[in-house]
């Protein structure tokens, strides 16, 4: 298990591959984001967007599934107090082919909690034709070594 210890500055750590399928597509914006783009495919090919696409919102869950699959659940996490920005910079859409990168930028201690650390992240996604697609910073809540101990 990776604690506070582990997560390094400049430690980069790999997400993906994950493929986006047409159904969850449809399936996500028909429960969660029901605009013409996310579910209709003409209405898509007629927007900004060029084609149907995924919601921006389906993007981030993509992401917190490679984050989990890449390191999260063999951490010592302990949540997140929050995303500092998310940028979503290209449509993902169905047959995209997702890979990125999750950065440590900076980690700190916490000063009321000793056994606990924050770490500055940054994620970047990339479609199949190496497009960046979502650029996220969120810090991440971690146990140290120690703190996993007691």
Request: charged share 25%; with cysteine.
């Amino acid at each position: 298990m990776r604690t506070y210890e582990d997560f390094t500055e400049g430690l980069e750590l790999p997400l993906g591959p994950y493929a986006v399928t047409r159904e969850e597509v449809l399936e996500f914006a028909r429960e969660f984001d029901p605009q013409p783009f996310h579910l209709d495919e003409a209405a898509a090919r007629d927007s900004l967007l060029g084609g149907l696409s995924a919601s921006g919102w389906h993007t981030c869950a993509m992401m917190m599934r490679m984050t989990a699959d890449s390191y999260v659940l063999d951490s010592s996490s302990q949540g997140s107090p929050g995303v500092d920005y998310v940028k979503w910079l290209r449509p993902v859409q169905p047959g995209d082919v997702l890979t990125g990168t999750a950065r440590v930028e900076s980690r700190r201690l916490s000063a009321k909690r000793p056994t606990m650390g924050l770490a500055k992240i940054v994620t970047v996604l990339r479609n199949q034709r190496d497009e960046a697609v979502l650029e996220s910073e969120y810090t991440l809540l971690l146990l140290t070594r120690a703190g996993v101990a007691a």
